[in-house]
């Protein structure tokens, strides 16, 4: 797990016209659709579950695919 502070995520995952608003990503990461937690009142986004939930070569190991 690599926990990373969410607007620097957002800086470096989106481009500068289609970054969501801080809102947004914090909004994300209370519902579940970013993985990450709250800490001490700042908002930290999981690098790692984020790449492994986004990348299709994970998705069909898990499934049991090859």
Do not use: C
């Amino acid at each position: 797990m690599k926990l990373v502070d969410y607007k620097k995520f957002a800086d470096t995952t989106f481009s500068k016209d289609s970054r969501p608003h801080d809102t947004t990503l914090q909004r994300w990461l209370r519902e579940g659709k970013l993985p990450g937690r709250k800490i001490g009142g700042n908002w930290y986004v999981d690098v790692h579950a984020f790449a492994a939930a986004n990348d299709p070569l994970v998705e069909r190991v898990l499934a049991g695919e090859s």
